[in-house]
């Protein structure tokens, strides 16, 4: 698989006129990005169509979108036009709920995946859960013969998410973030490396671009001195990605996890003193 990752900036939205002029930033960028080859899949970060933080929070009924409305039909004109898969983040109007989503638009145009975020996070520099409602499914789905999970910022840091999605046989589990520089930053990397190499498929954590975020990190599925893991600096950039399905099986057989993984953990008892 060929992956474009895009570690894109983004400037103040606090209107759907700014985020539009945002929009068609972001689609010239991906074009130019293209000219010469298509990749299989676009990957963009958390709530990429829309500034990061309450301020913009408060004008999310300016925007917002379903699954029909300006940012979806961006995307999937654009997907459409390129032949490929765009994976990007908004901040999804459903019902009296909102979510936010990370929305993949296949190379028909039509949606190939949209998955809400789980865990919605209320702490350090994120002020989530005061406007964004937790999701309630997973998604697995076929990317160019690849199974791609999806997990949004936060959701890294409860393994049993990742651990189901390997289990059902996820290859590539797609990352998209908004890490700001809180205290969460520094054990951010250590968790995508840890996700990556438990469960034995290759990782995209991609942050937005600027001097408060960036750094985002691509691993494979085992991380050593031959094949080590992918920082991005803090600029925009916009990186071309190799995925090798052997490069899974290899990592799987150097060091068996599924065959020496015990399966009754949960009912083995405690010690405890006489």
């Avoid at 109007?93 to 993949?104: K, M, T, Y």
């Avoid at 190939?112 to 209320?122: P, R, S």
């Avoid at 990397?189 to 990190?217: C, I, K, P």
Wanted: net charge negative; aromatic share 8%.
């Amino acid at each position: 698989m060929q992956l474009l990752a895009g570690q894109i900036a983004i400037p103040r939205t606090r209107s759907r006129e700014e985020q539009r002029t945002h929009l068609h930033r972001v689609v010239e960028r991906i074009r130019g990005a293209c000219a010469r080859d298509t990749p299989d899949l676009v990957v963009l970060p958390e709530l990429a169509a829309q500034e990061y933080g309450d301020d913009a929070f408060a004008c999310l009924e300016a925007l917002d979108d379903d699954l029909a409305g300006p940012i979806v039909t961006t995307f999937t004109d654009l997907a459409r036009e390129l032949g490929t898969t765009i994976a990007f983040g908004m901040a999804r109007r459903a019902g009296r709920r909102r979510h936010i989503s990370q929305v993949l638009a296949g190379p028909d145009g039509r949606l190939a995946g949209v998955y809400d975020k789980l865990h919605c996070a209320q702490f350090g520099a994120s002020g989530e859960a005061a406007h964004f409602s937790p999701g309630e499914r997973l998604l697995l789905t076929e990317v160019a013969g690849w199974r791609v999970g999806v997990v949004i910022c936060y959701d890294l840091r409860f393994p049993e998410l990742a651990r189901r999605l390997a289990d059902a046989g996820a290859e590539l589990i797609l990352h998209p973030v908004a890490f700001t520089r809180d205290f969460s930053f520094a054990s951010w990397h250590a968790f995508v490396t840890t996700r990556a190499m438990e469960n034995q498929l290759y990782w995209l954590s991609l942050n937005r671009a600027g001097q408060d975020w960036g750094q985002s990190l691509f691993c494979p599925p085992l991380v050593d001195d031959d094949h080590p893991s992918l920082a991005f600096g803090s600029d925009e950039q916009w990186r071309w990605l190799s995925l090798d399905k052997q490069a899974i099986a290899a990592a799987r057989a150097r060091l068996p996890l599924s065959r020496d993984r015990r399966d009754d953990l949960d009912v083995l008892p405690l010690w405890r003193p006489d």
